[in-house]
């Protein structure tokens, strides 16, 4: 696995608004290298959809291409996610003011030496703040 990868940019994909050049080539090098996130990603990327497909941005019909196509690529679920959910990673997520969930991306990029791909700006200066290296997007 080469970097871990967060819901948000990972929904970037399926909406060409929020793509840039740099979340279409890490798609490219997710394809070819895999990513790691946390064990509770799905339930984000799914609900990102189904959030979509409730106020009619898209078709259920596409959800699930989407869902199809995200299953293909080698992403890994940490399943040590929920063990360090109420101690690091709540830590995190009160030292930078930021969810729970977002604070489970900086606790795996710290625990596994990983660079992060995220999209969120508050996500993004956390990650530079402590020392995570990021992924251009």
Same mark, same amino acid.
């Given at each position: 696995?080469?970097?871990? !990868? ?5 929904? =970037? ?8 050049? /740099? ?10 290298? +895999?990513?790691?996130? #946390?064990?509770?990603?799905? !339930?984000?990327? /799914?609900? +990102?959809?189904? =959030?979509? &497909? ?5 078709? /259920? ?9 995200? =299953?293909?690529? #080698?992403?890994? #679920? ?8 109420? /101690?690091? =990673? ?19 990029? !710290?625990?596994?030496?990983?660079? !992060? ?10 990650? +530079?703040?402590? +020392?995570?290296?990021? &992924?251009?997007?």
């Amino acid at each position: 696995m080469t970097l871990v !990868l967060d819901s948000a940019t990972a929904l =970037s994909w399926f909406f060409r608004d929020k793509q840039t050049e /740099g979340t279409r080539a890490l798609l490219e090098t997710v394809a070819k290298k +895999g990513a790691v996130v #946390p064990q509770h990603w799905r !339930l984000e990327v /799914g609900n +990102g959809l189904q =959030s979509a &497909v409730r106020l009619k941005m898209i078709e /259920g019909w596409y959800r699930d291409a989407c869902l199809a196509d995200l =299953s293909c690529l #080698p992403i890994a #679920p940490d399943l040590a996610t929920f063990d360090a959910a109420f /101690g690091e =990673s709540l830590r995190l997520a009160a030292r930078f003011s930021v969810s729970l969930y977002a604070a489970s991306y900086l606790e795996l990029s !710290l625990r596994r030496a990983l660079p !992060l791909a995220a999209m969120d700006r508050e996500l993004r200066e956390a990650a +530079g703040t402590l +020392g995570i290296a990021l &992924v251009e997007i």
